[in-house]
């Protein structure tokens, strides 16, 4: 079975817990309650683990593009990677140099067989 991550919209469950916070205020005589002020604490840790960061899902790992790499591109068709400067890659496809940004164009590394 897949494991991958679950994902959740941070911004909508920082909502909820801070509705259910003050349905708790609200709904809840302190002095009669033994509960209210755990179930505070226990929304009021949740909001924090979120706020920090902790749960989001780890980023995508990007490709490993480098010289002498054979590539398919959507539009231009399969070409060798001839130079890797910072954030663009330089392709030669049918002999023409192409200069492509690596992380939005659609380039897909060929395995060597």
Same mark, same amino acid.
């Given at each position: 079975? !897949? @494991?991958?991550?679950? /994902? =959740? %919209?941070? !911004? @909508?469950?920082?909502? /909820? =817990? %801070?509705?259910?916070?003050?349905?708790?205020?609200?709904?809840?005589?302190?002095?009669?309650?033994?509960?209210?002020?755990?179930?505070?604490?226990?929304?009021?840790?949740?909001?924090?683990?979120?706020?920090?960061?902790?749960?989001?899902?780890?980023?995508?790992?990007?490709?490993?593009?480098?010289?002498?790499?054979?590539?398919?591109?959507?539009?231009?068709?399969?070409?060798?990677?001839?130079?890797?400067?910072?954030?663009?890659?330089?392709?030669?496809?049918?002999?023409?140099?192409?200069?492509?940004?690596?992380?939005?164009?659609?380039?897909?590394?060929?395995?060597?067989?």
């Amino acid at each position: 079975m !897949d @494991k991958q991550p679950r /994902m =959740i %919209d941070a !911004d @909508k469950a920082i909502k /909820m =817990i %801070d509705e259910a916070i003050k349905n708790s205020i609200m709904n809840s005589d302190e002095g009669t309650n033994p509960w209210f002020r755990g179930e505070l604490n226990g929304l009021g840790f949740a909001k924090a683990i979120i706020l920090s960061g902790q749960c989001d899902p780890d980023p995508i790992p990007l490709p490993t593009i480098k010289p002498g790499d054979r590539v398919r591109h959507t539009v231009h068709g399969i070409g060798s990677v001839r130079s890797e400067p910072e954030e663009c890659v330089e392709v030669n496809f049918d002999e023409v140099p192409y200069l492509l940004h690596k992380y939005i164009s659609s380039l897909e590394v060929i395995p060597n067989e």
